[in-house]
Nanobody, 121 residues
Framework: QEQLVESGGGLVQPGGSLRLSCKAP???????????MGWYRQAPGKERELVAS???????DYIDSVKGRFTITRDNGKRMIYLQMTDLKPEDTAVYYC????????????WGRGTLVTIPS
């Protein structure tokens, strides 16, 4: 069973919306509930970057380029996190990944397969 499973990507026209989902089926529930979680993305030819993070008490943080457009949420009972993306732009095109984070916002687990988001220019 995979550690992290992302889904929800697709091809969307500029200005459109998508909702990404991430499940962490192997994380112990109490560990998941207490853990900082995050969404990363990796665009073609670029480094993977942390886009959004959410604390156990649901305090969220975002990179500047997605503030006001993306919203990260979590459902602790289901071991799920979500990324609601609106007003999508071609520069949002990337493979999106989730992970549990250390307190210094470093990824904890092996990467899942990710989910591809494509916004044509």
């Amino acid at each position: 069973q995979e550690q992290l499973v992302e889904s929800g990507g697709g091809l969307v026209q500029p200005g459109g919306s998508l909702r990404l989902s991430c499940k962490a089926p192997r994380m112990i529930l109490s560990v998941f509930n207490a853990n900082l979680m995050g969404w990363y993305r990796q665009a073609p030819g670029k480094e993977r970057e942390l886009v959004a993070s959410i604390t156990a008490d649901r305090s969220a943080d975002y990179i500047d380029s997605v503030k006001g457009r993306f919203t990260i949420t979590r459902d602790n009972g289901k071991r799920m996190i979500y990324l609601q993306m609106t007003d999508l732009k071609p520069e949002d095109t990337a493979v999106y990944y989730c992970n549990a984070l250390t307190t210094s916002k470093q990824p904890k687990h092996d990467w899942g397969r990710g989910t591809l988001v494509t916004i044509p220019s």
